[in-house]
């Protein structure tokens, strides 16, 4: 649907494409070792570099909170458990023997750097670790893209997310944000200026009923019935493949590997085009946004240009540097 094979094709294919030093990573829920991940033995996913910023529970006793695992790892016992797996596996995962048929991710065995800040997807009351997050991104582990399928729905945003947003974009971070789920406005920070928000429709193009929508949405992407990596508790994980996957985290969460894929097939090109780092990121959205593939009967005010392609965005033009434009601050 999104041409993601084809894309990759143009790389070597999912199983040999040279990532050089593009990195990609998911501030969520965590990680597991799931065999997406190419567990147990070799894996891109730096479990050396991934973190965690979620405050231990209290310890009071007669608690029913699971302690943390630290290093980035999902403890599997909150209310979105084993999610940034699901998503995880959506952008980097590359299983070609996984039951059921061959999974890959949109960006297949990308370097991909895991970071925990909360056990839901409502982070309402995380925005202080999503800012602890992305400046440890950023400033320490100089990854390129950042996915974010999660977001604040209710309340005020703080000064803490526009701030990290800010810092994305002024050191050239493709920031990609989930539109959110099941509430009418899109959520934040992908309702603010300077991310890539993106909506969710169904496997025939029409908009998934479950998207936030309006203005903000720059594009949309597959948020309904996807196959998916998933990990199953208590006792010990089960690791496993299932459909079921809903929700703009996907649509979020295949994005974020295009642009991975696009960072790679044009990086050459990339760095002589774009003076300011800034510019990386504008180029990529305008691109995004204008090589949507537009169904009939679209609704481009509510759900973005179109629908992702990512062999377009691989084969679109560079906007000129003097064309792209830097919104106001977040």
């Given amino acids: 649907m999104l041409g993601a094979p084809r894309a990759s094709a143009h790389l070597g294919g999912p199983d040999t494409i040279d990532w050089g030093g593009v990195r990609v990573a998911d501030i969520d829920t965590g990680y597991t070792e799931h065999p997406a991940f190419g567990f147990p033995g070799a894996t891109w996913l730096r479990a050396d570099l991934a973190r965690s910023f979620v405050p231990e529970p209290a310890g009071e006793q007669g608690s029913i909170l699971a302690p943390e695992l630290g290093d980035g790892r999902d403890n599997l016992d909150g209310f979105n458990a084993g999610h940034g ?6 952008i980097c995962g590359h299983a070609p023997d996984a039951p059921g048929g061959a999974f890959y991710g949109v960006a297949p065995k990308v370097p991909f750097v895991p970071v925990r800040i909360t056990d839901t997807v409502e982070i309402t009351a995380r925005q202080r670790e999503f800012g602890q997050a992305v400046r440890y991104l950023v400033d320490e582990m100089g990854v ?50 300077r991310t890539l928000a993106v ?6 193009e029409a908009p998934w009923s479950g998207s936030s929508f309006g203005p903000e949405t720059d594009i949309s992407g597959p948020a309904a019935d996807l196959r998916r990596a998933q990990v199953r508790r208590p006792g010990a994980p089960v690791y496993t493949y299932a459909f079921g996957g809903d929700g703009t985290s996907y649509a979020t969460a295949m994005t974020s590997g295009a642009a991975a894929l696009w960072l790679v097939h044009r990086g050459a090109e990339i760095g002589a085009a774009y003076a300011q780092p800034w510019q990386r990121v504008a180029a990529f959205i305008e691109i995004v ?39 106001p601050a977040a």
């Fill in 85 to 90: 797996t699901r998503i995880g596996a959506t």
């Fill in 144 to 193: 390129n893209v950042i996915n974010l399928s999660m977001g604040v729905a209710f309340g005020p945003v703080s000064r803490a997310m526009r701030d990290a947003v800010n810092l994305a974009w002024e050191r050239g971070v493709i920031l990609v944000c989930a539109a959110g789920n099941h509430v009418n406005d899109v959520v934040a920070p992908a309702r603010l200026d």
């Fill in 199 to 204: 909506g969710g429709v169904t496997s025939t």
């Fill in 289 to 327: 946004r204008r090589t949507a593939h537009v169904p009939p009967n679209w609704q481009p005010g509510a759900f973005g240009t179109g629908v992702l392609d990512v062999e377009a965005v691989l084969n679109a033009a560079l906007p000129p540097a003097a064309g792209l434009v830097q919104p």
